[in-house]
């Protein structure tokens, strides 16, 4: 089995920052991409950032700038580091990840349980 477990949310000041943490655990073969997603009260869930197995990370336009995704391939663990935070980017942060199993074929998604973010004064 496969797990991903968030860590890092809580209640920010506006222009505050923020790290959040992913680790993955289980029997892993091989990771391939890590990301970020957000889902606000309301609203659909949407990518915010995501980094390939040895590519360049991409983020979406509301966050670039403000944001950093990083990810240790030796400890399967990947980081979403928030600065100036605004109100809206108040939401449900979920990581995700292709993983590769021990003994299986191919990649399949996992996603973390979730960790809250709210900026707010």
């Known amino acids: 089995q496969v797990q991903l477990v968030e860590s890092g949310g809580g209640l920010v000041q506006p222009g505050g920052s923020l790290r959040l943490s992913c680790a993955a655990s289980g029997s892993i073969f091989r990771l391939d991409h890590m990301a970020w997603y957000r889902q606000a009260p309301g609203k659909q869930r949407e990518l915010v950032a995501v980094?390939?197995?040895?590519?360049?990370?991409n983020y979406a336009h509301s966050v670039k700038g403000r944001f950093t995704i990083s990810r240790d391939n030796a400890k399967n663990t990947a980081a979403l580091q928030m600065n100036s935070l605004k109100s809206e980017d108040t939401a449900v942060y979920y990581c995700n990840a292709g993983i590769a199993q021990m003994g299986s074929w191919g990649i399949n998604d996992y996603w973390g349980q979730g960790t809250m973010v709210t900026v707010s004064s």
């Open positions: 980094i390939p197995s040895g590519g360049s990370p």
